[in-house]
């Protein structure tokens, strides 16, 4: 026997079914957020800068992915596609942290010391390297300014994920997909420099040499993280994972100290830090594989 027809929904109540839908969603997002800032006071991780640059490159994206009557159901699409916005809120993260040691460090968000000496490098493709991170890194200090986020400096499984999850067209993702070089992008340029720079990556990992981008960079290679959890370690609340990632990379206590008090005047190291190996230091990190 046939199953009885079904009775097709009324329009306004399936508009109405959805919207509550919606609406209860984002309530019971409301609780475990709250309870979060009650109790930690995350200030940094949740700072009235990164929460509006975070907003704007995802309203961003999805100005880029989609016409204009589309952008709302693909800005609520986007932060559906996993890793997307870990990937934005570590950068925004990365440009908080910058404009603070500018200000009280004087650390250039463009041009560090080190990325200096690295562009005036007797080898021509480390120099050439790093002419083209110096290009890319000030073009995503002025892109922060703007809170834009270019599909083209995007990962590409970031990129892939967003373009099955945005509604656009097929002739929209070809010729995105055309323009597309990972290698080209300012992450992986950073990572091309870092892999460059081979035993003297260590100069990489002191941050108010080396600067925040190559930094973070230098710290997740050395340490086996991502670059999300590298940047995340910066903040105040985080520096058990930066002293245990930069261990990990073999910098000494006098080093990891360094980059504490250039961060978060005032910190001291837990006693007997040098007891902990390099090995044993990753593998703490392994253990907790925490964001991003």
């Known amino acids: ?74 800005t609520a699409a986007l932060v559906e596609v996993p890793g997307l916005v870990p990937m934005a809120h570590a950068l925004a993260l990365e440009t908080h942290v910058t404009r603070r040691l500018q200000e009280v460090q004087g650390i250039d968000p463009v041009l560090s010391p080190l990325l200096q000496a690295l562009i005036a490098s007797a080898d021509a493709e480390t120099s050439a390297l790093a002419m083209q991170v110096l290009a890319s890194q000030a073009r995503f200090v002025q892109q922060q300014r703007r809170m834009q986020w270019p599909l083209r400096e995007w990962p590409a499984e970031l990129l892939h994920g967003a373009l099955l999850a945005a509604d656009t067209t097929p002739d929209h993702h070809a010729a995105l997909r055309t323009d597309y070089n990972e290698a080209a992008t300012r992450l992986g340029l950073l990572s091309r420099l870092i ?33 999300a959890q590298a940047l995340l370690s910066l903040l105040s609340r985080h520096k058990a994972r930066l002293v245990l990632g930069l261990r990990a990379g073999g910098v000494n206590t006098s080093g990891i100290e360094a980059v504490l008090l250039a961060l978060h005047p005032g910190a001291t190291l837990p006693e007997g830090l040098g007891r902990i190996t390099p090995d044993r230091a990753a593998a703490l990190l392994t253990s907790s594989p925490g964001e991003g």
């Open 1 to 74: 026997m046939r199953p009885a027809p079904t009775e097709q929904e009324d329009p306004v109540e399936a508009g109405l079914r959805a919207e509550l839908a919606r609406g209860d969603g984002l309530a019971s997002g409301v609780g475990p957020v709250l309870r979060h800032l009650l109790v930690h006071d995350d200030r940094e991780f949740f700072a009235d800068d990164v929460l509006a640059a975070l907003r704007g490159m995802i309203a961003d994206a999805a100005a880029q992915l989609a016409p204009e009557e589309a952008q709302d159901h693909d």
């Open 195 to 227: 892999g460059a720079m081979g035993p003297g990556v260590l100069a990489a990992l002191d941050l108010s040499h080396a600067g925040v981008a190559l930094f973070a960079s230098a710290l997740a290679h050395a340490s086996g993280q991502s670059r």
